[in-house]
């Protein structure tokens, strides 16, 4: 699979992922066996960048990672993957909470819990704005680097000005944002800013909570332990992380037009993965999975050929037309 660069890790990852949040069970109950299933596959697909956090099912994501990670150190030795988790989210999100002591906490827990001596890269997981403007903040985190805690951080964001904020901070080695066909406005300034700057770029959402997969109607029940049934309204926290902030209904019909945008042949979640992977300035896309076949699918995407100037100008008028009024101005 193609690897990206991230310059300031010196280290490439495969430009498709996988967004592990599902395996802490945020997305319905996932067995032990079925995330192990998932992990074997991915990086059987040539995935080499797995995304976790800390509060993730309490950390179970990151133990679970973290086994997978000791059996692939003595099965296959040669492989190389890299592994970003985030912090900030065991606590309130006051801007007090983040402070140097409890950075050496948080990833101290979870390199406990991934079983490393050291995290390859740690992420303010959508930090407060007023954390983003905190020189102390950015020394602190320097400081978890010169004390080999960890080997780089980034910033997990929900905002565009929250990413050109992040960006500007020379210390920051990666920006994760939500970016898919029902959420253009990172193309706007944001990917240009971070190219410009050498910021890998992490696509969080890219299929906009599977309603771009173009599996679902409007009857779809989900769960209640899915967030797609309690987070609708932003009622556990941003409602931009749940079906990209788009209303479930408008979703499901500008779905079922994306579907019909694409190339004979692909898949609605393959073209809108391939829609990501394309953007100039995307490092990574991290689709999450629930079984080995739609991880293999995810990583799949990577082979296509990239969609035509035509299909992204009809992708960008079904977004003026059917979505931008919902998120463009709060995202």
């Not at 020379?170 to 193309?187: H, M, T």
């Not at 556990?236 to 499901?252: I, K, P």
Request: net charge negative; aromatic share 6%; proline share 5%.
């Amino acid at each position: 699979m193609e690897q990206r660069a991230f310059d300031r890790l010196g280290r490439r990852v495969s430009v498709v992922g996988l967004g592990t949040w599902q395996l802490g069970g945020d997305w319905g109950e996932v067995s032990e066996d079925a995330a192990r299933e998932v992990l074997d596959a991915s990086v059987e697909a040539g995935v080499t960048f797995l995304d976790t956090a800390d509060v993730y099912g309490d950390g179970r994501s990151e133990r679970l990672i973290g086994g997978f990670l000791r059996d692939l150190g003595r099965e296959r030795p040669e492989a190389e993957v890299l592994v970003a988790t985030k912090m900030g989210r065991r606590v309130e999100q006051l801007p007090e909470h983040y402070t140097l002591d409890n950075f050496r906490a948080w990833t101290d827990r979870s390199r406990a819990n991934l079983g490393v001596d050291r995290l390859d890269l740690v992420q303010l997981h959508c930090p407060p704005p007023a954390v983003i403007d905190s020189d102390a903040v950015f020394d602190a985190l320097d400081t978890l680097v010169a004390e080999e805690r960890v080997a780089g951080y980034g910033v997990s964001v929900e905002t565009c000005d929250e990413a050109l904020a992040a960006i500007a901070r020379p210390g920051v080695a990666s920006l994760q944002i939500i970016l898919n066909p029902f959420r253009l406005k990172p193309l706007e300034r944001v990917l240009p800013a971070a190219e410009a700057a050498g910021v890998g770029v992490i696509v969080r959402v890219p299929l906009a909570s599977g309603l771009l997969s173009g599996r679902y109607t409007e009857s779809t029940v989900f769960a209640e332990s899915d967030h797609r049934s309690y987070n609708r309204h932003g009622e556990a926290f941003d409602q931009g992380e749940t079906f990209s902030g788009v209303d479930f209904a408008t979703g499901v019909a500008a779905a079922a037009e994306f579907a019909g945008l694409l190339p004979e042949g692909v898949s609605p979640a393959a073209g809108a993965l391939r829609w990501a992977i394309q953007q100039p300035g995307v490092t990574s896309v991290i689709p999450g999975a629930r079984s080995a076949e739609q991880a293999t699918a995810n990583a799949g995407a990577a082979a296509l050929p990239p969609l035509d100037e035509p299909t992204l100008a009809a992708v960008r008028d079904l977004y003026d037309r059917r979505v931008r009024a919902q998120v463009h101005h709060r995202w």
